[in-house]
């Protein structure tokens, strides 16, 4: 007899002999006699004082992660990383942020909608943070949502983001991201890969950065530029870690494209550790 049709039956006994007590009537019933006795012999004891253990509560999530997907409200990235993190069982919330016009082109081109998505979702963390102040705040953005993520990084108090993680970011390269790196408490992660030469190489030459840069090239393609003029500055910078695309990312599924980074092997190799509150401490 499996779990469940005991369970079913412990509840059927126990409702029995509760209408019972609860009506002050005898088992005087034949049929509630043979109820008791049939569920009974199928159980082999009478659960007089069982009850149905309530369902077990899940654990309180360790964090948020905030999913900021490209342009054209493709969520190919949210739901990535949140079927990998169930995947991974790790103790974290993914939300998807919606910042789409719902076009390709306008997402990439209207910098300024971007920056007025980036205000609303510091709202959104800022709101997060006052609610569960113990809980950690990541932002894992791609391409053209990059500039959300830098956005509202910038405008909440500093420190209340853990971690900012980019994916083939569109913004340009020479973008300021010293106010972002503020707003983090262990910094920015930015994975990015010359073989971008589509999206990031002949489509930024053409409409330009997510920024609105012209002539230049995406961070998603060959790095950031470290714009370190003060002590300061070197503080903030050394908590940016930029990561090239390379063999080993390769290898976990990443061909080094545009849409490479939300490869479910190489979400689990190397953005789950990122996310991990465990891999943070240790680190």
Known sequence: ???DRTVQINALISQLVRDAIIRRSSLSSPL???GLVVCIGLTGRLARGDQLQPPAQAPDPAGVVFAINGSGNLQFTSTALEKAVADACLP???VTVDWSQGSVVADHTDWQHAQEQGCRLAERIAAYHQAHPSQAIYLVAHSAGSGV???????VPPGSVNRIILLAPSVSTDYDLRPALRGTRDGMDV???????FSLGFGVSFVG????GQGCQAAGRVGFQIQS?????????????????????????????????????FLQGFILPLL???HLAAN
């Open 191 to 197: 994975f990015y890969s010359r073989r971008d030469v």
């Open 229 to 265: 003029e003060t002590a300061e500055d070197d503080v903030l910078f050394a908590k940016l870690r930029q990561h090239p695309w390379d063999r080993c990312q390769a290898r976990a599924g990443n061909p080094g494209f545009h849409s490479g980074a939300r490869r479910p092997r």
């Open 1 to 3: 007899m499996t779990a």
């Open 276 to 278: 991990d509150p465990g």
């Open 149 to 155: 993520a830098l956005t509202a990084a910038a405008a």
């Open 209 to 212: 950065t997510s920024d609105g």
């Open 32 to 34: 509630k006699i043979a």
């Open 92 to 94: 974290m919330t993914v």
